[in-house]
């Protein structure tokens, strides 16, 4: 029933850009603040940029500050990364993140969408 769907992964050349998106269904989605995680193979997942509910205020990892911006449209309950100047360090699997408020409820994940930087 709840559901994130990400989009948008491909392969890209270095310097390139991409957009993902992450459609959500099945819960508040104005009520959640949204996350972008990214995990490299045999390595930890990373935070990428978070924003909050129902929005305003982003967060963003040191890596990808400047070159990445994370969005929100709440009436079509999804969740964009614009990923600009793109560098081989960010190919990843890059999963959407939905989390509530405290107490309110649990955070959902998406199945990821891959991304690769390569020439």
């Known amino acids: 029933q709840v559901q994130l769907v990400e989009s948008g992964g491909a392969l890209v050349q270095p310097g390139g850009s991409l957009r993902l998106s992450c459609a959500a269904s099945g819960f508040t989605f104005s009520t959640y603040a949204m996350r972008w995680y990214r995990q490299a193979p045999e390595k930890e997942r990373e935070l990428v940029a978070a924003?909050?509910?129902?929005?305003?205020?982003?967060y963003y990892a040191d890596s990808v500050k400047g070159r990445f911006t994370i969005s929100r449209d709440n009436a079509k309950n999804t969740v964009y990364l614009q990923m600009n100047s793109l560098k081989r360090e960010d190919t990843a699997v890059y999963y959407c993140?939905?989390?509530?408020?405290?107490?309110?409820?649990?955070?959902?994940w998406g199945q990821g969408t891959q991304v690769t930087v390569s020439s």
């Open positions: 993140n939905a989390t509530p408020r405290v107490g309110l409820g649990r955070a959902y």
């Open positions: 924003i909050t509910s129902p929005g305003g205020s982003t």
